[in-house]
T-cell receptor, first 115, second 109 residues
């Protein structure tokens, strides 16, 4: 694949249900990030994976949010017991490394709507 | 924690006018990255600055990193309708990239 892919592109769920969002980073990219973007708002950092290091979860808004990255590649972001305030676009990005010097490549995002 | 403040939040200009967005931090930044997000799209990397006082140009876009490495600016000369979008600055002092709130540019033809 040429770029970062995310699935699904759109997800509508009922309040209280769990959802899983998937991110396929660019092959060979060791760093993977999840961001949340509410309508007309900025990019809210959620979680960051770098190689085999423990992920930086400092941006997760509550314990209903979790993410994992299997085999250093694909990542899933899970939101349990969804709330209406979780409605947003969830963006995944990957980069060759972490920190300075590495541009981030963003996926198209998953638009989550909680009804 | 590290915070990057970006101003203004919104800017409306007439096509042909100049535009500038500013990114400020209370702490010294190791680097600054700039991204552009078109309406309905995802952020796309524009440039990275790492040196004190660095200035880089991309056609009508000029990027600057302050001498103290606490601020940066993006200046667009003679805006065009294709410049419409939200411009984000970000910095990665601690590994993860933290973004400013973005400046949304509207250009009236």
């Amino acid at each position: 694949g040429a770029g970062v892919s995310q699935s699904p592109s759109n997800k509508v769920t009922e309040k209280g249900k769990d959802v899983e969002l998937r991110c396929d980073p660019i092959s060979g990219h060791t760093a993977l990030y999840w961001y949340r973007q509410s309508l007309g708002q900025g990019l809210e950092f959620l979680i960051y994976f770098q190689g085999n290091s423990a992920p930086d979860k400092s941006g997760l808004p509550s314990d209903r949010f979790s993410a994992e990255r299997t085999g250093g590649s694909v990542s899933t972001l899970t939101i349990q017991r969804t709330q209406q305030e979780d409605s947003a676009v969830y963006l995944c990005a990957s980069s060759l490394g972490a920190g300075g010097g590495f541009e981030q490549y963003f996926g198209p995002g998953t638009r989550l709507t909680v009804t | 924690g590290q915070q990057v403040m970006q101003i203004p939040q919104y800017q409306h200009v007439q096509e042909g006018e100049d535009f500038t967005t500013y990114c400020n931090s209370s702490t010294t930044l190791s680097n600054i990255q700039w991204y552009k997000q078109r309406p309905g799209g995802h952020p796309v990397f524009l440039i990275q600055l790492v040196k004190s006082g660095e200035v880089k140009k991309q056609k009508r876009l000029t990027f600057q990193f302050g001498e103290a490495k606490k601020n940066s600016s993006l200046h667009i000369t003679a805006t065009q309708t294709t410049d419409v979008g939200t411009y984000f600055c970000g910095s990665s002092n601690t590994g993860k990239l933290i973004f400013g709130q973005g400046t949304t540019l509207q250009v009236k033809p």
